[in-house]
T-cell receptor, first 116, second 111 residues
Framework: DAGVTQSPTHLIKTRGQHVTLRCSPI?????VSWYQQVLGQGPQFIFQ???????GRGNFPDRFSARQFPNYSSELNVNALLLGDSALYLC???????????????FGPGTRLTVT | AQRVTQPEKLLSVFKGAPVELKCNYS??????LFWYVQYSRQRLQLLLR??SRESIKGFTADLNKGETSFHLKKPFAQEEDSAMYYC?????????????FGTGTLLAVQP
């Protein structure tokens, strides 16, 4: 298993545009979480999906949305991009959403989004 | 408010010296605490979690609920320990295992 994969690796967009980021979890994992990491900061939680349902939402505007597909892959969508949306977007997968040892979150390499 | 504080942005030590990366948290409930590490050009990965009580790569961390701290320690630093370290917490037993991260500490081990 290649681990969590994300695409694209890098992306440059203009203010006001829309972007879609994709994530494929580790085989057998049913939960996907999205994090935003601005330069110099720790990752900040955006969304968590489990079995295609939203389980958690962080403090982000409605311009951010996500969904999970039947194969457990996920998309993060951001509308009306702002300069402040420039960041590394991380995806993490886990088997479930609890605190079991098996629920360790595994991170992908991230998508670097630059908004100009 | 739920918060993780890592007061040091950079910690520089010499090889063989002891290391302590500080982490304090604020959480109303029973948190689960983690240390994540990111080596150069690698993805973020779990180093250890307080419920496992394991020692990974010589690192240990003890949860001190009285001081709301979860400091990461290693008695003798190695050059390969140089990396970015993030302390994180998650709510225990909730509907989500979302992580709240600190701002990270860059550990630089000098030869």
């Amino acid at each position: 298993d290649a681990g969590v994969t994300q695409s694209p690796t890098h992306l440059i967009k203009t203010r006001g545009q829309h972007v879609t980021l994709r994530c494929s979890p580790i085989s057998g994992h049913k939960s996907v979480s999205w994090y935003q990491q601005v330069l110099g900061q720790g990752p900040q939680f955006i969304f968590q999906y489990y079995e295609k349902e939203e389980r958690g939402r962080g403090n982000f505007p409605d311009r951010f949305s996500a969904r999970q597909f039947p194969n457990y892959s996920s998309e993060l969508n951001v509308n009306a991009l702002l300069l402040g949306d420039s960041a590394l977007y991380l995806c993490a997968s886990s088997y479930s959403t609890g605190s079991l040892m098996s629920d360790e979150q595994y991170f992908g390499p991230g998508t670097r989004l630059t908004v100009t | 408010a739920q918060r993780v504080t890592q007061p040091e942005k950079l910690l520089s030590v010499f090889k063989g010296a002891p290391v302590e990366l500080k982490c304090n948290y604020s959480y109303s409930g029973s948190p689960e605490l983690f240390w994540y590490v990111q080596y150069s050009r690698q993805r973020l990965q779990l180093l250890l979690r307080h419920i496992s009580r394991e020692s990974i790569k010589g690192f240990t961390a003890d949860l001190n609920k009285g001081e709301t701290s979860f400091h990461l320690k290693k008695p003798f630093a190695q050059e390969e320990d140089s990396a970015m370290y993030y302390c994180a917490l998650s709510g225990y037993g909730g509907a989500t295992n979302k992580l709240i991260f600190g701002t990270g500490t860059l550990l630089a081990v000098q030869p």
